[in-house]
């Protein structure tokens, strides 16, 4: 039971490349959500897709986008990358987009050089 | 008054002992409740959901003040591998950016 899958792990870039993150859920999830985590700032929401067909930004969506490519997959894409974006980003999921508990992948550590 | 605040810690406790973390929330309309635990350099995991009444499982018990606007979570007998930082959230009711709002947390060592 793998629940929430991210690829790549680890991944390093350079200002102004490009690159997609991957995440797939096996759980039959409506909800996806991405978050980015920094030292002393908490998770904080990037994007989400309360369901299949919409996604919306959350709370720190500048310099990122998003595809809901079906149920399962839900894709966050940095089009040209900053320093100021290296962080660590997990997915999430959760049945609904309701009063229900979130599950993470493992995340991707993303240093931007 | 922040939307969820936690105190940050580090609570550094002996083995065995009890220890307890409190946790505000801003919004009186947020019907949902949860305890999440984060390993260092891991994802978070729900711990447990907090119910009206109260609820406990196992070592740990999670309590919700509606009135006051605080959750806790108490462990008891504190083992070397508690040692995590504790996450409360909560959801936000309506709104648009989301449904869960997670507190910085709380880091727990725990020391033989």
């Known amino acids: 039971n793998a629940g929430v899958t991210q690829t790549p792990k680890f991944q390093v870039l350079k200002t102004g490349q490009s690159m997609t993150l991957q995440c797939a859920q096996d759980?039959?999830?409506?909800?996806m959500y991405w978050y980015r985590q920094d030292p002393g700032m908490g998770l904080r929401l990037i994007y989400y897709s309360a369901s299949e067909g919409t996604t919306d930004k959350g709370e720190v969506p500048n310099g990122y986008n998003v595809s809901r490519l079906n149920k399962r997959e839900f894709s966050l894409r940095l089009e040209s990358a900053a320093p100021s974006q290296t962080s660590v980003y997990f997915c999430a999921s959760s049945e609904w987009y309701s009063n229900q508990p979130q599950h993470f992948g493992d995340g991707t550590r993303l240093s931007i050089l | 008054r922040k939307e969820v605040e936690q105190d940050p810690g580090p609570f550094n406790v002996p083995e065995g002992a009890t220890v307890a973390f409190n946790c505000t929330y801003s919004n009186s309309a947020s019907q949902s409740f949860f305890w999440y635990r984060q390993d260092c350099r891991k994802e978070p995991k729900l711990l447990m959901s907090?119910?009206?009444s109260g609820n406990e499982d196992g070592r740990f018990t999670a309590q919700l003040n509606r009135a006051s606007q605080y959750i806790s979570l108490l462990i008891r007998d504190s083992k070397l591998s508690d040692s995590a930082t504790y996450l409360c959230v909560v959801n936000r009711n309506g709104g648009s950016q989301g449904n869960l709002i997670f507190g910085k947390g709380t880091k727990l060592s725990v020391k033989p």
């Open positions: 907090v119910y009206s």
């Open positions: 759980m039959n999830h409506n909800s």
